[in-house]
């Protein structure tokens, strides 16, 4: 189970933190991918970081600006976001497959989603 927070509404060029706590005694066997919706688009991967090695992955319109983490301890992935614009508003997903990231939403697990509303 997955649960995502950390949403909210800020300026443009503000930051977020979401987290993505997760259950089970297996998750750092688990990769993590952070996904996002606006209205009327269809979902599209933002960020993703695999089991073991924790290699990241951005998509090219939040790179330099996002950064995904994980903390195996606490059972949470993180993914900071900074210099925000009204573009990245949506409501972001985390979602976890087994070991590897994949761009696609073939993912096994999902969370609830969270809004992230940037402002002008």
């Known amino acids: 189970q997955l649960q995502a927070s950390g949403g909210g509404l800020v300026q443009a060029g503000g930051s977020l933190r979401l987290s993505c706590a997760a259950s089970?005694?297996?998750?750092?066997?688990?990769?993590i991918g952070w996904f996002r919706q606006a209205p009327g688009k269809e979902r599209e991967f933002v960020a993703g970081i695999s089991a073991y090695s924790g290699s990241t992955y951005y998509a090219d319109f939040v790179k330099g600006r996002f950064t995904i983490s994980r903390s195996n301890a606490e059972n949470t992935v993180y993914l900071q976001m900074n210099n925000l614009k009204p573009e990245d508003t949506a409501v972001y997903y985390c979602?976890?497959?087994?070991?590897?990231?994949?761009?696609?939403?073939?993912?096994?697990?999902w969370g609830q989603g969270t809004q992230v509303t940037v402002s002008s």
């Open positions: 979602a976890a497959r087994w070991n590897t990231v994949v761009v696609s939403s073939a993912y096994n697990y």
């Open positions: 089970g005694r297996t998750f750092s066997s688990y990769a």
